[in-house]
Structure formats: structure tokens, C-alpha cells
């Protein structure tokens, strides 16, 4: 069967959109289907987002809007699939597009209907909070931002037809039947939240002040119902006190799900970071059985919360709620640490529901014929957790297993690497490139300048004055045309623009509506196919910060819009024709680091027919997985390493350089050129790369503490490992005590090692499975096993495995005695235990290189964290690369995960250099920083000040040190021009002649 | 204690004046309580006339059309119907919908006339006089009855009850009926809805104040109000001013 | 009674300050964009432009707005750590916070320069805080003090 170039994405929340960017990127065709109404998902109902209190809606909102806009993505919203035949590589998906009885193409998002709507119902999107009409759109920031009927409330009254300018309602259009020829399927239909069933223990749904964490999510959100405001729903008053109860619906063997859903403990530590912020009288406490903080920096986000918001964390698991009728405050009894049974008072009762599988998760797995574990996630396999059990049909997000946004991008680019590697010979050829007309030369001539207003319906024209307006316009120095459209966006004023263009010979094209954040490509796409250079455009914004915002002030408004244009009149004249620098690339990748994470970006990229340079400072390949003999999941790792080692060595487009060292990188994104010494020769090798892979890895704690190196009955847990896999002494022992977060957690090493605990029970089961008689016992702080890791901790405690918790400040002591080790522990509970035991196991952290980072980070130019990790370029979305482009990051070097997780990031960082390694030429952003160098100074501060590393000092012939740009790497954010103390840098596109412009335009 | 209750009449000027004509001419004796007022038709009554006309202390209102199928204008006193069931819908919660009536009196029914009209008066002696009669009218009550105005006044009511037969006489957008119960339905929860919010609105006009005092006012529970009060302030009605201990204090905008 | 009518009443009319806002495209411009989606009314007396960070705009932006006449200059950006472009908005922080010094030494009141955060998720934050500074920049005064006079 021939492969097909496109793919099929199943479900656009932030999973789905990412898969979609990089393959749309990377050259296939996309079809980006959607069960709900808009794109977004999830992350686009939060406020905030952990670690970093990044704002949800900031840092999502550009993504939506790119992915509508992809011109390889075809997004399609309201579907529902029918049928899928075929195999990997040719697929045939049939879907139905629900109708949503309004013409997606004339929808303008207006929400007239809305309004306008007599039956209201509820909103959705709001976790039934506020209230929306039976048209609605799901939140106002939506993509794409269209009306739709809802048909199971609505009664057919007709009045949105009536009031829709736009005519965009359809009663009559119907639902439609699609087939779709597909290479790859990914499926990213994300999770649904648990909901506490009737009857439940907390009285969620009977009591008023008993509330979801996702419905606190809205309460919190400054766009939600309540605008940011804590209020509790029985009357409106700030709750003082409000408790968060964890593991609602998780670990949960009776009315829940056994398995930990992840993010719980992060993200309510973040609602009560933030429900503090917004309302400084608040007092959360949080009481929950294990912190598990387990990622990047989030232990230094529990402490900021304990620290610098008293945020309180009390260790006691709540059963129930009970109601004071007459305050309709919550009482909540607990049994504390020690023992101590209490009852507190609360305002607020916050539920942090756990992540369960998909509503639709039986239906989907169906369709698409693979296979659902037992909890009904979808069946991954054991070394690539975005495999699904049929080839060809991947998984990413939250459907794979529970977990937070950063992971869910990360399995996203996963599963798009994978899809590269399928169908990367079909690359390209079914996208096709638009064909335009030559650009017209305007250089050098005066501005002729069109002006087009919109009424919008009536979402201008009825509180703007715009025949007056456009009259004005039209007075405006060198504007040669002034035209007012109904809808300025709709398919047929786009050909009066282009005939406009030529009829008036018009060199510079102002449109006064909406928000150029959603409108301004299109119009640019307009005037260049008009033949003009696509940044000869501006726009006013006369709708959303005008028109809307004084609606009770019409002459206001007009007077308003008046200045906003000819604000756009100034600033059009002085825009200049700018160009999209173009480079080459070479397709070859640099891969540091020869363990997994290295090897399958390498093997990745070498299918796909990339020649990579695999490049390890040590003498072998493999790395951190030497160590490791099975997974928890019960992996073959040593198997698994052994096949890769070999694929590695026998594909000729991988060179592997062992011993290596480099000695110099240098160039950028798409040219680079690195030279190496490798080898006990000390060789020295130069080649040429167009990007970068970075996955050193990290190395084991050196532990000196616990009496480490001084008795060989103490030993490593990887040590451990090796004597339970390789040898049978194990059987001699009678007892085996474990110690947690030895050199993690603490000053030192401040954040959480992740893995230890699911290797520490790993092998305590093994030990209970080599030798039923052997004791063992885990001293432990949390045990954090997070998803369906918990399930191995229930059965390691019926494996009749005894776990200790003891406190940070008191960490156990341990003694060498004559034929015994002695261990005391104090465990808050029943006080100061002695154990005698013949083994101790130091389950040691993961630290990072700090001496090898720094100097590579100092090569690369990228940053680390003050743990000595890679910093990624955004820790929310961008979690595989790095803010200097070209360069990617995966595995340990990022911080500690997973030997799965690793070969995620690995995959991801593939198909994030795809983007680039797929392109004969990659193309730059127009709007960026230029340099005067007769001005330049040579001070160096903007050098400093970006944060692209675009900015280099080079010595001039003639002017000495001066700054030297590298356009190719701008992003135009203007930060070194706001700075430069000479004028010398401008930023093209924004220039300071036109913001002067725009200041001194206001002369009235 | 007997009194001698005032009453307004709306009469269309095709059926039911010239029933009240006939019945002058021939001389037909009825009691003088009701002053009339003309109208084309029983459809131009406008809900809002009736809620004026008791705000005004009247006893009773009463509106009078042709029968079904005689209308001059083919199907208002239709229209009529739903106006006024909104009207009674209305008038339940302050329990002020037995002052009004509406009946069906052709040109030629000059004794049934004034039979109704005997009767109406006889039945609003026997209910007493309107307590909002001007001398001492009840101000809560007056307050509940123009938030009653005002929520009928709404776009969303007046949308509903417009497009009421056409969806669930004839057929909807969508070529389907819309039955009676799910209409009344949506009917009820609109009027419920939107009087409390009206409700809110005067109460706010008045003076700032807290969720729990508005409820205290309206006799509704605290969480219906802040339910409310968000809607309201999504429709830039009201706003938060300040947050007084722990209590946020809303204004109208 | 027609709500609009009611809105309007009473209210008199107040001199309106020409204030120009800088706001930054990712966050700013984005949350003064959802003002508008969600209709939150504020006063009209904000010009805007759009510039891709607060970290672009040049101090000499807000003296030449001050010396063309701008009653108010606004600044917005992102807020600390949302960035679009990493750390733009603290550079800019940096700058604005000498500025703010300098403007004291030139005798300009300080209340006519505005630096505010404001994320794409803040509309109501937005118009709130647009409230605000038009109510101090009507206490402050029009800014005749640069007015050409010939």
C-alpha cells in the first residue's frame, strides 16, 4: 500500500495543537479534528499554570491562534468519528461534521446572537458557572472564534438570524460526511476530570461551598465568572478559610481510581498560591496524604507556597465533609501526623479531582483499534509511551496517562517524531505552496495610501460614526482612497482590497476593525496577492479597544477611532517594504551524548535519512541505562539498550565519535560547524550541521553521607540493582533497609530525584520475589508515585513491604555494629525505632553535571538552572529546546526522568529539528532588529540584554567594536533597541520614525 | 365593608367596543366602575400598559377582544393570549393576577358585555381594594411590581412570548414544533430569572449593597443572588465597589 | 426605561485627557483586546500603540509623547516571568524605573507616566486600571506646559 504525507490529529487541546504545528512544519498535511466547539482544551480554562505561575491564556492563546491559522493545518471543529480502515502509512478515516447552523466562513465572532439569544444555557466552558445563551462560543479568546448553535437548547425562535449581519446563520445546513486519506493517526483527545458521583462522602453537589478544583480553576481565572474574586458560592462572601482536599477520585480503591492522577498535588498548590494572591485575607490549607512534587523545580514550589504564602500542608487524608446548615461552613475532621484527631472549620471546600481516562475512551479505542489498559487509557508500549498498540496510530497527553501540560507537549512532538519517521519519504507532498505575483516595487515613492473602515455589522457602526470617519480618513495627508465595508474580513471585500490596489495604485493599505493579534495575517495575505510587500499594512483597532469599550459614548468613540487612523495614516507612511531573509540548512544533526536519549534521536533521525554525529565522552554507549536491568513496568532495559547499541553502530548515516570532546561550535540555526578531538588518538574531526540535540545525560549522587564508603553492606540502590539482577546473595539476607532522597531534596540538592521511589520499590518487589523471607523495609519522606506507579506501591505493601516516613529535619541515623547494621528512625507517628538490618540501600538523586553544563552552556550559549540542568526555552511549551534556536535538549541533562520519558524528549527533539531539518531553506521573521554601525558605540548592552543570543560585538573595519545582529535568530522583541543609548538599533516593522510618528500625530 | 373598586378596561374597537355600544344601546344596566380605553386590537395591548395601570392603584385591569377566529386583524387576539398568560405568570408572584382578566366579547354580545363586566367587578369587591391604591399604596409591593415591569420589559422576554406560536403552534427555524410544556418551561425560568435580576437592579439603584442584604430584601436564597448579581455584572449592570471585611459590596453601573 | 438611558444618566461630562498607552502585543494589547470581547466599558481616553514588548519601548517614546503634548503616557507589558520574549519586560523595568527618576528631575509630574502589568487573561484588570489613571491624570491636569506658543 502506498503512503499517504498527511496525518490525522484526534483532539486539539495543547497535545493536539503542538503535533499539528510541528508536522504542519515539518511538510505533511494535517487534519486537525475536534470534538468540542474551539481548540484549546484544558489549558485554555486555567489561570495559571505551575511551576512558574506562567498565565495560562498569555502563553496558549499565540499557539491557538497559529494552529488555526497553519496553512497545513485543516481544522476541523464539531466532529465525530465514523470509520477508520487501512494500515500504517494509508489510512482512511471517515468523520462527520456535526453542523453547528453557522457558516464558519461568515461567522465574524461578534456575539450579537449570543446576546440576543432568549434561552439561556449553561456555559460550559465556565464549569457551570456563569451563564451562556444557546448560541455560544466556549470563551472569549476562542479559535476558531465562531457561534454555534447548540440544537439540545435551543427552540428555533429564529432571532439570531434575524440579528446576524453577517448572515452567517444557517438553519437549514446539515450535517456532512468526510473521508480523509491519512498516513498516521495521533490521538490527543486529553482526559475528563472526575466528578464525585451522588451521595458522595463530601457533599459535593448538596453542600454550596463544596467546589471542584477545575471549578476553583474559573473562580480564580480573571476572565471566569467571578472576574479573579474569591467569593463562595452560598453567599458571595471572600472565604477566609478554605481547605483542599487531595486525592478526590485517585488512589482510590473504593469510589475512585486507583491510580495517582499526577498534577493534583501541583496544581492545587498553585490555586492556593494564587487564590492568595488575589485575596491576601485568604488562608488555604492543603491536606493530602504525600506531596508529590516531582518535576523541574516544583519541591521549590511547595516551599515557596509554605514559605512565602503560609500556605499550610496538613498530611491526613479527609473521608468526609460535614455542613454547618447555618453558616454553610464545612467542618472538616482529620487525624494529624502524631495521631491526633481534630476538627476545623473551613469557608471553602476546594476537591482536587483526579484525571480520569476520556469519556469517550471505550468508543475511541474502537474506532481506531487499539488497545485500552484496564483503567481505559490507551495501551502504550513499554519503551515508547506514545505507541499505541496498532502501528501507525499514536497517542499523546493526557490520554497515554495522567500528566501536566510540559510532558503532554513533550509526547506531542513524541508522537510527531514518530509520525516523521514513518512517513518521512511522503514529506512535502501533499502541501502545496500558494503561488504569488511578483512583489511591486514601491520603494522610493510617495505613499499612496487605501484606508479601509469596517462597520463590523453593527459592532462598530452602531457606536462609531463611520461614513464620518471614513470622510476624515479620506482628508488624511497622501490617503488616496478611504472605503467602509459591512464586513471588511468577508471573502468578497478581500477581492475589492486587491482591485482597490490596482485601480488606485495604492502602495501602502490601512484597514480600521478589529485586533490585528487575529486579523492582521489575513489582510497581509490580502495585499500580497495584490502584488504588494505584506508589511506594507497597518491596522487601528477601532472595534475591540474602541467601538466596544465606549459603547455608551458614540461621539467619544468616533473622536477615538478619528485619532486611531490617523495614528495608522502616520505610522503607514513610514513603513518601509521589508524582506524575510532566507538561509540554507544542512541536514545533519549534532547529537551530544551517547546514551538513550542520543541514541533514538539519532536512530530517529537516521531513518529519516539525516546523517547525525553521535558524539559521548565516554568510551561506550549507553549512559545512566548501564545501570538499569528492568523498568518498574517490568521493561527489559538492558535488552532494550543492547538492540539499540547495535542499530546505532550498523547505520552508516550514524558517526559515532566515542571519547569525544568538542573542542568549538560556532555558526546558528541551520549553519552550524563544530569540531571535535575524539578517541584515544585525540582525532580531530570538523563537520557542519544545520542543528543540535543536546542530551549529556546526568550523573548518580556520589552519597558520603549514611556511612556510605565505609562498610560494603551499605551500598547505592543501582548497586543494589546489579546484585539482585546478576547475583543470588540476596537470599542470605534476612533484611534490607532502604533510605529515600539520599543527596535529593535537600539544601544542597533541592529538588526531587523523581525516579528513586519507583526504584526502590522495583527492587524491593524483585527482593520479595527472589526471597520471600527477606524484611524489607523503605524509609521514606513522600513516596511519589506518580500515574500508575502508584499501582506498584499498593502491591509492594502487599508484598508485605514495610514503609517509614520520617521527617526532613530528622533523618535517620545509621550505625555499624559488630555483625549488624543498626538503623534508628523516628517516625512522627510511634517515635524512635531501631532497626537491625544486614543491608543498607542508599537510594541516591540525580545530579547534574555542573562543571561539563557550564561549559557547554557557555559553547551553545544556552542557560542552565540553578541546579545545573538545562534551562529549556519555556518551561510550559517549549520543553525540548532551548530560546536559541537550532538547538534541543532531552533526557537527564533536563532534569531527572524516566528512562520512557527520555525517549519521549528524544523523539520530541526530533521533531522539533524536523521543522527545520525538512526545509531547503528556512525563512526569518521580517520584524526584526538592524543596526546603524556608524552610531554604534560598541557598548555591548544589547548584547546583554537579548535573550536570543542574536546579538554579537565584531570588530569593524572601520568602526572599531560594534554590534553585529544576526537577524536570523531575532524575534524582534525590541529589547536591545529600547536600550541603546545611541539610536543605533531600530526594529523593522516597529521603527521609531513610525511610533514618533504615531506620538506626534495628535494635533487636533 | 364594600368599596367601589376602579377598573380599566382595554377594549378592541372591532369586537368588544362595539359589544360595550351595543350595550348602551339597548340600554343594558352594568355597574359604573370600569373606564375604557380603546384599542385597535386586544394584540396592541402591551403587558407594559396593564403593570402601569396597577402601579397606578387601579383595582382591576381587564382586556377584551374578539372571540378566537373573528379578529379584524386575523390573529391578534392570538397574540393576545400569550401576552397576557406572560402577564398572569407575572402577576402570580406578587399574587395580583386575579385583578386582571381577559375576555372575548363580539360586537354583537352586548348582554354578555356587561355580565363579564358585572362579574368582574362583583369578583374584585370581593377581593378587596388594590394595595397599591395611591393613598397608602404598599411600598414593597410597589417595588416587587416595577421590577415585575422592568423584567417584562426584558429582550428576553419579549423575544420569547413573540416568537411563542410560531414555534409552538406552527413550526421553528428548523421546520419542528416546540411542545407547550418545554416552552413554559423556558417561559418560567425566563420570568423567574429576570425578575430577580430587575429585582437586584432597583434594589442596587437605591443603595450599594452585599449579596446577603439583597437576599434579605428578596427573600431568595444568598447563592441565587450571587448567581445573578455575575450575570448582571457580565451585562455591565453591576459592579463591585469594595469588599467590606470579608463581604463584597455591589453598585449599579 | 431603556438601560442605556439610565447609564447615562446623571453622568456629566468630565474633560477627557489624552493619554498614549504603549502595550505590548502578547499580553497588554491581547488583554485590552478582551475588554472589548467582553464589552467592559472604560473611559475613552487612551490612544494605543502596539509594540511587540514593553522591553521596545524607548524612554525617548514617552519624553517625546510628554513634549508633543500627551496628557498621560501609559506603559504595559507583560507580567513579571509571562514574557513572550523571556525577559524583555524586566529590562524594560529596569529602564522605566530610572526614567521615573529623571521625569522627577525634569519637574514633569511623575503621575503622568503610568507603568502597568496587565496579562491577555485581565480584560476586566485592563479597563479597571484604565479607570483609574484617567481619574488621576483629571486630577493632574492637561499638560500645556510643552504647547508651542508662537
Not at chain 1, 464525585?196 to 453537589?205: H, R, V
Not at chain 1, 457602526?461 to 488616496?480: F, I, K, M, S
Not at chain 1, 549522587?701 to 540493582?721: A, C, H, V
Not at chain 1, 525538512?918 to 525563512?923: C, F, G, M, T
Request: glycine residues 8%; charged residues 25%; hydrophobic residues 40%.
Amino acid at each position: 500500500m502506498k503512503k499517504v504525507g498527511s496525518v490525522l490529529v484526534v483532539g486539539a487541546g495543547i497535545g493536539g495543537s503542538q503535533a499539528s504545528l510541528d508536522l504542519g512544519d515539518a511538510g505533511y498535511k494535517v487534519y486537525l479534528v475536534e470534538s468540542t466547539t474551539s481548540i484549546g482544551g484544558v489549558m485554555a480554562q486555567l489561570d495559571k499554570t505551575f511551576p512558574t505561575n506562567d498565565c495560562a491564556m498569555c502563553i496558549v492563546s499565540p499557539k491557538l491562534v497559529e494552529t488555526g491559522r497553519h496553512q497545513n493545518v485543516d481544522l476541523f471543529i464539531n466532529v465525530e468519528i465514523l470509520d477508520v480502515k487501512g494500515e500504517a502509512g494509508n489510512f482512511t478515516v471517515k468523520i462527520l461534521k456535526k453542523t453547528l447552523h453557522v457558516n464558519v466562513d461568515k461567522c465574524t465572532g461578534c456575539g450579537i446572537c449570543g446576546r440576543e439569544c432568549p434561552v439561556e444555557a449553561i456555559d460550559i466552558f465556565n464549569e457551570g458557572l456563569a451563564r451562556h445563551s444557546a448560541t455560544s462560543v466556549k470563551y472569549p479568546q476562542a479559535v476558531p472564534l465562531v457561534y454555534a448553535i447548540n440544537r439540545d437548547y435551543c427552540i428555533g425562535c429564529g432571532i439570531c438570524l434575524g440579528v446576524c449581519k453577517a448572515k452567517a446563520v444557517e438553519y437549514g445546513m446539515e450535517d456532512e460526511i468526510m473521508e480523509i486519506n491519512v498516513g498516521a493517526i495521533i490521538l490527543a483527545p486529553g482526559f475528563d476530570e472526575y466528578i464525585p458521583p451522588e451521595g458522595n462522602k463530601y457533599g459535593y453537589g448538596k453542600f454550596k461551598n463544596v467546589v471542584t478544583s477545575i471549578e476553583f480553576e474559573r473562580i480564580l481565572s480573571a476572565s471566569g465568572p467571578y472576574s479573579g474574586k474569591i467569593l463562595r458560592p452560598s453567599d458571595g462572601d471572600v472565604p477566609e478559610k478554605v481547605a483542599f482536599l487531595q486525592c478526590i477520585g485517585s488512589r482510590d480503591y473504593r469510589d475512585g481510581q486507583p491510580y495517582c492522577s499526577s498534577v493534583c498535588c501541583m496544581y492545587t498548590t498553585k490555586e492556593a498560591i494564587i487564590a492568595k494572591e488575589h485575596m491576601n485575607l485568604l488562608n488555604p490549607t492543603i491536606f493530602s496524604m504525600d506531596i508529590r512534587a516531582y518535576g523541574k523545580d516544583f519541591d521549590k514550589y511547595i516551599h515557596r507556597a509554605q514559605e512565602e504564602y503560609g500556605v499550610r500542608y496538613i498530611r491526613s487524608r479527609i473521608s468526609h465533609l460535614e455542613e454547618d446548615p447555618k453558616t454553610q461552613d464545612l467542618i472538616v475532621t482529620y487525624e494529624d501526623e502524631t495521631g491526633i484527631i481534630a476538627k476545623e472549620m473551613y469557608n471553602l471546600a476546594v476537591l482536587s479531582v483526579g484525571l480520569n481516562p476520556p469519556n469517550d475512551a471505550v468508543y475511541l479505542s474502537e474506532k481506531f483499534g487499539v488497545d485500552l489498559n484496564e483503567f481505559n487509557f490507551v495501551r502504550t508500549d513499554i519503551f515508547n509511551p506514545v505507541q499505541t498498540s496498532r502501528a501507525g496510530i499514536f497517542a499523546c497527553g493526557a490520554f497515554t496517562s495522567p500528566k501536566d501540560i510540559p510532558e503532554t507537549v513533550t509526547q506531542a512532538s513524541a508522537a510527531a517524531g514518530c509520525v516523521n519517521q514513518l512517513l518521512h519519504d511522503q514529506r512535502g507532498t501533499l502541501i502545496t505552496e500558494k503561488s504569488l505575483p511578483p512583489e511591486i516595487f514601491v520603494a522610493g515613492q510617495p505613499p499612496r495610501i487605501g484606508a479601509f473602515i469596517c462597520h463590523c455589522g453593527i459592532n462598530i457602526g452602531g457606536y462609531v460614526d463611520v461614513p464620518e470617519v471614513t470622510r476624515y480618513a479620506g482628508t488624511l495627508p497622501n490617503v488616496v482612497l478611504a472605503d467602509r465595508n459591512l464586513y471588511t474580513c468577508s471573502a468578497d471585500t478581500q477581492t475589492i482590497i486587491k482591485e482597490k490596489i490596482k485601480e488606485y495604485n495604492l502602495n501602502r493599505v490601512i484597514v480600521a476593525s478589529c485586533t490585528p493579534r487575529t486579523h492582521e495575517p489575513l489582510f497581509q495575505e490580502t495585499i500580497r496577492e495584490a502584488g504588494l510587500n505584506r508589511y506594507l499594512f497597518q491596522m487601528a483597532n477601532i472595534r475591540d479597544q474602541c467601538s466596544w469599550v465606549h459603547m455608551h459614548e458614540p461621539e467619544e468613540a468616533t473622536r477615538k477611532a478619528k485619532d486611531l487612523i490617523r495614528m495608522a495614516v502616520n505610522s503607514a507612511r513610514e513603513i518601509q517594504p521589508l524582506e524575510r531573509i532566507r538561509l540554507s540548512v544542512t541536514p545533519k544533526v549534532l547529537v551530544i551524548g551517547g546514551g538513550i536519549s542520543g541514541m533514538v534521536a539519532a536512530r530517529n533521525l537516521a531513518f529519516q535519512e539525516f546523517e547525525t554525529y553521535l558524539i559521548e565522552k565516554g568510551s561506550v554507549l549507553g549512559g545512566h541505562a548501564r545501570n538499569i536491568y528492568t523498568t518498574l513496568e517490568g521493561g527489559n532495559v538492558q535488552e532494550y539498550l543492547s538492540n539499540l547499541i547495535n542499530e546505532i553502530n550498523s547505520n552508516k548515516l550514524i558517526h559515532v565519535y566515542t571519547q569525544a570532546k568538542i573542542e568549538n561550535i560556532e555558526g546558528y540555526i541551520g549553519n552550524f560547524k563544530t569540531s571535535i578531538i575524539h578517541g584515544e588518538k585525540k582525532e580531530k574531526v570538523k563537520f557542519k550541521h544545520g542543528v543540535v540535540i543536546v542530551a549529556t545525560g546526568a550523573d548518580e549522587y556520589e552519597p558520603t553521607e549514611f556511612l556510605y564508603g565505609k562498610d560494603d553492606r551499605i551500598i547505592k540502590q543501582s548497586e543494589f540493582e546489579k546484585l539482585i539482577n546478576t547475583t543470588d546473595d540476596i537470599r542470605k539476607k534476612k533484611s534490607v533497609v532502604m533510605i529515600q532522597c539520599v543527596g535529593s531534596r535537600n539544601t544542597e540538592h533541592p529538588y526531587c530525584s523523581r525516579m528513586c521511589c519507583a526504584e526502590a520499590i522495583k527492587n524491593a518487589i524483585k527482593t520479595k520475589e527472589l526471597n520471600p523471607e527477606t524484611e524489607v523495609i523503605i524509609l521514606y519522606r513522600d513516596i511519589r508515585t506518580y500515574g500508575f506507579k502508584e499501582l506498584y506501591y499498593r502491591k509492594a505493601r502487599e508484598a508485605g513491604i514495610f514503609f517509614i516516613r520520617f521527617d526532613e529535619t530528622k533523618p535517620p541515623e545509621v550505625r555499624v555494629e559488630k555483625d549488624n547494621l543498626k538503623i534508628i528512625v523516628e517516625n512522627p507517628k510511634i517515635g524512635k525505632i531501631s532497626i537491625d538490618s544486614d543491608m543498607i540501600v542508599l537510594s541516591v538523586g540525580i545530579v547534574a553535571n555542573g562543571v561539563e553544563n557550564e561549559e557547554m552552556g557557555k559553547m551553545l550559549k544556552v542557560p542552565l538552572n540553578e541546579d545545573n540542568f538545562y534551562l529549556e526555552a519555556h518551561v510550559k511549551l517549549r520543553p525540548v529546546e532551548f530560546a536559541t534556536e537550532g538547538i534541543f535538549l532531552a533526557g537527564l541533562s533536563h532534569c531527572p526522568k524516566s528512562i520512557e520519558d527520555s525517549i519521549s524528549q528524544a523523539n520530541a527533539a526530533v521533531s522539533r529539528a524536523c521543522t527545520i531539518l525538512s526545509k531547503d531553506e528556512i525563512e526569518a521573521e521580517g520584524k526584526v532588529a538592524c543596526i546603524d554601525i556608524t552610531r554604534c558605540s560598541g557598548c555591548g548592552m544589547c548584547v546583554e540584554n537579548c535573550a536570543y543570543n542574536a546579538i554579537e560585538l565584531i570588530l569593524d573595519r572601520r568602526f572599531g567594536l560594534v554590534a553585529s545582529i544576526n537577524q536570523v535568530l531575532c524575534k524582534g522583541c525590541g529589547a536591545c533597541s529600547g536600550n541603546c543609548r545611541c539610536s543605533a538599533i531600530d526594529i523593522l516593522g516597529f521603527t521609531g520614525e513610525q511610533i514618533y510618528e504615531m506620538i506626534t500625530g495628535r494635533v487636533e | 365593608m364594600s368599596f367601589e373598586p376602579r377598573i380599566l378596561g382595554f377594549l378592541c374597537n372591532w369586537c368588544s367596543y362595539a359589544g360595550a355600544d351595543l350595550a348602551g344601546v339597548s340600554r343594558i344596566q352594568y355597574p359604573p366602575n370600569m373606564r375604557v380605553i380603546r384599542v385597535m386590537c386586544s394584540g396592541r395591548v402591551d403587558p407594559q400598559f396593564i403593570f402601569e395601570a396597577l402601579q397606578q392603584g387601579l383595582d382591576g385591569v381587564y382586556v377584551m377582544g374578539c372571540h378566537i377566529g373573528d379578529c379584524h386583524y386575523l390573529e391578534g387576539n392570538h397574540e393576545a393570549i400569550k401576552k397576557f398568560n406572560m402577564v398572569i405568570k407575572f402577576l402570580s408572584i406578587v399574587n395580583l393576577e386575579n385583578r386582571v382578566r381577559l375576555d372575548w366579547v363580539s360586537a354583537s354580545e352586548g348582554v354578555r358585555f356587561s355580565e363579564l363586566v358585572s362579574e368582574f367587578i362583583q369578583d374584585i369587591k370581593n377581593i378587596g381594594p388594590s394595595p397599591l391604591r395611591r393613598d397608602c399604596p404598599d411600598k414593597r409591593l410597589m417595588e416587587k411590581l416595577k421590577a415585575i415591569e422592568r423584567a417584562a420589559a426584558s429582550d428576553r422576554i419579549r423575544a420569547l412570548v413573540g416568537r411563542e406560536r410560531k414555534i409552538t403552534e406552527q413550526e421553528n427555524v428548523y421546520g419542528e414544533k416546540v411542545s407547550q410544556e418545554i416552552y413554559d418551561e423556558l417561559l418560567n425560568t425566563a420570568i423567574h430569572d429576570e425578575y430577580i435580576r430587575s429585582r437586584i437592579l432597583i434594589l442596587l439603584e437605591k443603595e450599594p449593597k452585599s449579596v446577603k442584604d439583597i437576599a434579605a430584601e428578596i427573600e431568595i436564597d444568598p447563592n441565587k443572588v450571587l448567581e445573578n448579581i455575575l450575570v448582571l455584572k457580565g451585562r455591565a449592570q453591576v459592579d463591585m465597589s469594595e469588599i467590606v471585611d470579608i463581604t463584597p459590596i455591589y453598585v449599579r453601573t | 426605561m431603556n438601560e442605556a438611558a439610565i447609564e447615562n444618566k446623571g453622568e456629566i461630562k468630565q474633560w477627557n485627557p489624552k493619554i498614549i498607552a504603549f502595550l505590548c502585543n502578547w499580553c497588554s494589547y491581547a488583554g485590552a483586546d478582551l475588554a472589548g470581547v467582553s464589552r467592559i466599558q472604560y473611559p475613552p481616553t487612551i490612544r494605543v500603540v502596539r509594540v511587540p514588548c514593553s522591553g521596545r519601548i524607548n524612554p525617548f517614546f514617552i519624553i517625546k509623547s510628554l513634549m508633543d503634548g500627551w496628557d498621560g503616557v501609559v506603559v504595559s507589558g507583560c507580567h513579571p516571568g509571562d514574557c513572550h520574549y523571556i525577559s524583555g519586560n524586566l529590562v524594560a523595568r529596569r529602564r522605566f524605573a530610572i526614567l521615573k527618576d529623571l521625569l522627577d528631575f525634569f519637574g514633569i509630574e511623575p503621575e503622568r507616566v503610568q507603568f502597568m502589568w496587565a496579562s491577555a487573561a485581565e480584560g476586566e484588570r485592563f479597563a479597571v486600571l484604565i479607570k483609574k489613571i484617567t481619574k488621576l491624570m483629571r486630577k493632574v491636569g492637561p499638560n500645556d506646559r510643552f504647547k508651542k506658543k508662537w
